[in-house]
């Protein structure tokens, strides 16, 4: 089985987490080598109409100033995915019931891990 396959798996748990209004942050960590780019977040807009997310480029270097957008999850969906395996090894859903983690590793294998959550309460961008 493929990274691809567990990575389905793991974006169902974040969209599950999103429908039960206990998404709080997504974060995209452990970068391939020494890279400018450090960390992508997903922060949750909830909203009436739509349920939209801020996406954030964070770099390492202070004169680098971070990239934030505004986007449907579909569209972060894409720009995470093209962001798997070429940058980033870890992806962490951070919700009110628990914190999951989806790694993959240096054959392609990708992992799902449930622990208990970090944050308490949601905090919209």
């Known amino acids: 089985m493929t990274y691809q396959n567990d990575f389905i798996v793991f974006w169902e748990k974040v969209k599950e987490s999103i429908e039960a209004g206990t998404f709080a942050k997504l974060t995209m960590a452990k970068t391939i080598g020494k890279l400018e780019l450090k960390n992508i977040f997903l922060r949750p807009i909830y909203s009436d109409d739509e349920f939209q997310v801020l ?11 971070d990239i934030e957008e505004e986007m449907t999850l ?20 951070f919700s009110t019931t628990k914190d999951v983690t989806f790694k993959v590793n240096k054959k392609g294998i990708g ?12 905090t919209q961008a």
């Open 74 to 93: 579909e569209d972060a969906l894409v720009i995470l995915k093209s962001h798997l395996k070429t940058t980033f090894l870890t992806v962490i859903l």
């Open 55 to 65: 996406l954030k480029y964070s770099f390492r270097s202070r004169e680098t100033e």
């Open 111 to 122: 992992t799902i891990t449930e622990n208990h959550p970090t944050f308490k309460n949601v």
